[in-house]
């Protein structure tokens, strides 16, 4: 595996401190690379650094084996896709418009970029016809990140960056989007590098990851080795952490995976109880119905795996 | 309001010319206040110190008040529609300024970033995210700008720019509450129209601004050509020396030259200063004509050989001279009026009356002559000595300031004094000026003076002012001078009063 991005000896510092604390890490030709980390780790500045959004303090950042200071700007940038947590579609441009921004930019012929957009929406599954001339706007949260990421792909980049674009997504959405980045990235085999705070999501996603903390790379490696062995009790923690704290989510939080319950008179649940309350019921392949401001919805077996395998 | 109905119907041809010079002078001026106000902003997006200074510096801009703005502007740009576009877009900087640069900075930082990251430069940047996004407020400032500028324009037509505005100031003017109210009126719908349409260009989709823009210019090229084929109104700048006097007169002169069917637009500048002042700005062409009297075109501005000077001296007419040698410099001085504005003895009436007096050579019939003069007229010799010498006069002189003569003489302290035959003082004390038949004083007689070049093209209106040759005596300028002076009448008033009451106007005919 060759590598296509490679930081030597990175550090970046603001005035209030290290953010990037001399940082050695490469990236390889077609992976999905996650950076994992809480807020104020520098995940999100090792990111921007790729792209030069941000410029390092000292050391250097390699693209392709070549210094990404030595590309020109507009050039380098065609070459990384970016997706941001903003989602940032340009509300005075439509569907299409946004989709068409890069390759237009770039000069493709005017019916190539029309093709190209719509076999984009094509395959996410927004029929072009109904979504391309509509405006971000009247779209749903989870439409317009898919649409965030069309438009990254659509120069075809041989790397996209993701700054930590599904958290703030409602789960479902968040779900399906992250089936998305996996086809997408088994489909055109190219390289992601994905910045999340949340280790199940990195722990789905990531061929390898990279926990930081505080500035620093803590432990960098694929997600089964972290599982076995983590680098420190703290990547040990943040990794068990979360899979703790699932069982501990309130019944609400399932909703979206439960469908609406029909049937009169059946017993109610508080949607405030623990996931763990219920699974001794759930394993005897009962239903659980729970009250909602949006109505009654039943959980069963099938509902707790989705709302596992979307969380962990 | 019926009386505004009529007046609207009566006036709307002048209603409907003085709209388009409005929204000319308003649109001209809104899209140069935008050509410079929207690059500057965006150009200070990324200098924070700028930006203040230029926001504070467009702030102060706009708290100049407009009448002193426009003042300001006359000396360097002369008077017409540029000052008043210049003094709007002055006023037009700030919102457009200040709504650009907030709309600009208050753009969501991710969508910079984006634009950045995609690899967009700066002028793709802006056209293709940033000016799309703050547009809202942009139009917005713009929008305010307009409202301002319509409502500003209205001051145009103080100095010659037209538009809505003269209706307003006529109005006021004749004190006819519905000229103004119907200019008032005109420029407040223009307003609404104006800012209701580019609210409405906010929201419709870009095809068909364009779509109207190109309707715009289409009906702005027709008021164009309309008012290029129609013949232009010409301006005929007048301006006249300080004092009553040379206003009563130009007011003369402009109500005679308007008065015919020539499409001329006449500007007044009264109290314009010194005869030097004056003739320099004929002979560069900033003024048309002005008012100039014999006597001080054959002394002040003008070389008389030394047998032109004698003849002069020997009573000889000043004017074909006077107006011969203008010539050498391109000038000419037209027909002069009767009056002879000229050093004068003056005494009471009551005194000519008990004596007898009527010439300089009578006041030797009075028993005890005192007279009391300025001082430098009892020296000279065009003034008492010239005087004492010619008529034999043997008074008692006392030297009396020139602003007490004519107090000293009608409370009775003296029985003579010296003054200018003209002054309004004589009709208002009851004087009399006593005739000079040995012509010791000079004669400065008064006629409009313009370029020779000037008055070949314009015969008919040299025809106009000639009306005024061998007119007004002394004591109608006495009486014109004591009305605007003393009784405090207006200058145009007093002028047509007497082109009126004299027959001396086309319309009346």
Redesign the interface.
């Known amino acids: 595996m060759s590598e296509l991005i490679a930081f030597d000896h990175v550090t970046k510092t603001y005035a209030s401190g290290d953010a990037v604390q001399d940082l050695n890490l490469k990236i390889h030709t077609g992976e999905l690379f996650v950076l994992v980390g809480e807020s104020g780790s520098g995940k999100t500045t090792t990111l921007k650094m790729i792209?030069r959004?941000i410029a390092p303090t000292s050391g250097t950042i390699q693209f392709k084996g070549q210094d990404i200071t030595s590309y020109p700007?507009?050039?380098?940038?065609?070459q990384?896709g970016?997706v941001?947590q903003?989602?940032?579609l340009?509300?005075?441009?439509t569907v299409g418009q946004n989709i068409a921004?890069?390759p237009e930019?770039r000069h493709m012929p005017k019916a190539e970029v029309t093709n190209r957009v719509d076999e984009l929406l094509d395959s996410v599954g927004l029929p072009p016809e109904q979504y391309r001339n509509r405006f971000p706007k009247a779209l749903s949260g989870g439409e317009q990140q898919r649409v965030g990421i069309l438009r990254a792909f659509a120069n075809k980049p041989p790397v996209v960056l993701m700054d930590e674009p599904f958290s703030a997504l409602d789960p479902l959405s968040r779900n399906q989007l992250q089936e998305l980045v996996l086809d997408l990235h088994q489909r055109l085999n190219m390289t992601i590098v994905f910045v999340t705070h949340d280790m199940n999501e990195a722990m789905r996603l990531g061929d390898r990851i990279a926990v930081m903390r505080d500035g620093q790379l803590v432990q960098c490696d694929t997600p089964q080795a972290i599982a076995k062995s983590p680098a420190t009790d703290w990547v040990a923690e943040f990794f068990a952490g979360t899979k703790a704290r699932l069982m501990e989510a309130p019944l609400r939080k399932l909703t979206a995976f439960a469908t609406p319950d029909t049937a009169p008179n059946r017993p109610l649940t508080s949607p405030d109880a623990l996931l763990k309350s219920i699974l001794p019921v759930i394993a005897q392949g009962e239903k659980v119905t729970i009250q909602t401001d949006s109505g009654k919805f039943k959980i069963d077996a099938q509902a707790v795996l989705n709302f596992l395998a979307a969380n962990a | 309001m019926s009386n505004l109905w009529q007046t609207f119907i009566e006036r709307r041809g002048d209603l409907l010319v003085a709209l388009g010079q409005h929204i000319q002078i308003s649109l001209v001026a809104l899209v140069i206040a935008v050509v410079i106000a929207l690059p500057l902003a965006v150009f200070s997006l990324g200098h924070k110190r700028l930006a203040n200074v230029l926001l504070q510096l467009t702030g102060i801009l706009q708290t100049i008040p407009s009448l002193a703005l426009l003042g300001l502007l006359i000396p360097f740009v002369g008077i017409g529609t540029t000052p008043a576009i210049i003094a709007l877009v002055v006023y037009a900087l700030l919102p457009i300024f200040q709504n650009t640069y907030v709309g600009l900075s208050e753009i969501?930082p991710?969508?910079e970033?984006?634009a950045?990251?995609?690899?967009?430069?700066r002028f793709?940047k802006l056209r293709?995210?940033e000016l799309?996004?703050a547009?809202p407020v942009i139009m917005g400032g713009i929008r305010t700008a307009t409202v301002l500028i319509i409502g500003t324009a209205t001051l145009a037509a103080l100095i010659g720019g037209g538009g809505l505005g003269t209706f307003i100031m006529s109005g006021i003017n004749r004190n006819d509450t519905t000229l103004t109210l119907l200019g008032a009126l005109a420029s407040a719908a223009l307003a609404l129209v104006f800012s209701a349409g580019l609210a409405l260009i906010q929201k419709v989709r870009f095809r068909w601004v364009v779509t109207g823009l190109v309707t715009l210019g289409v009906i702005g090229g027709g008021v164009w050509s309309y008012q290029a084929l129609r013949p232009q109104p010409e301006t005929i700048t007048i301006a006249g020396k300080l004092g009553s006097e040379p206003e009563v007169l130009i007011n003369m002169y402009k109500l005679l030259i308007e008065d015919g069917s020539d499409n001329v637009d006449v500007v007044l500048k009264p109290n314009f200063g010194q005869t030097s002042f004056l003739f320099d700005a004929l002979k560069s062409g900033k003024i048309d004509l002005y008012p100039e009297f014999t006597g001080t075109v054959v002394t002040s501005l003008v070389k008389p050989s030394a047998k032109q000077t004698a003849a002069i001296n020997h009573g000889a007419d000043s004017y074909p001279i006077a107006n011969s040698l203008l010539k050498q410099q391109g000038l000419t001085l037209l027909k002069p009026m009767k009056y002879n504005n000229t050093y004068a003895l003056v005494v009471r009436q009551s005194t000519a009356k008990q004596y007898g007096l009527k010439t300089i050579s009578d006041l030797n019939k009075l028993p005890n002559g005192t007279a009391g003069f300025d001082l430098e007229f009892s020296g000279r010799a065009d003034g008492y000595a010239g005087i004492k010498q010619q008529y034999g006069l043997n008074l008692k002189v006392n030297s009396l300031d020139a602003s007490l003569r004519y107090q000293a003489l009608s409370q009775n302290h003296v029985e003579v004094t010296d003054g200018y035959s003209t002054d309004s003082q004589i009709a208002q004390y009851k004087l009399l000026a006593l005739q000079d038949p040995k012509h010791v004083f000079a004669t400065y007689r008064g006629a409009p003076m313009m370029k020779a070049s000037w008055a070949k093209q314009h015969p008919a209106i040299i025809k106009r002012l000639n009306r005024l040759a061998g007119k007004i005596s002394e004591t109608d300028m006495q009486q014109m001078n004591y009305d605007v002076n003393v009784k405090k009448q207006s200058a145009a008033s007093v002028a047509k009063h007497y082109l009126t009451t004299h027959h001396l106007l086309e319309a009346q005919k």
Request: aromatic share 14%; hydrophobic share 60%; charged share 20%.
């Open positions: 792209n959004l700007i507009r050039e380098l940038r065609w990384i970016y941001l903003q989602i940032a340009f509300p005075n441009m921004l890069i930019l | 969501d991710a969508f970033e984006a950045e990251a995609f690899g967009m430069t793709q293709k995210v799309p996004l547009l």
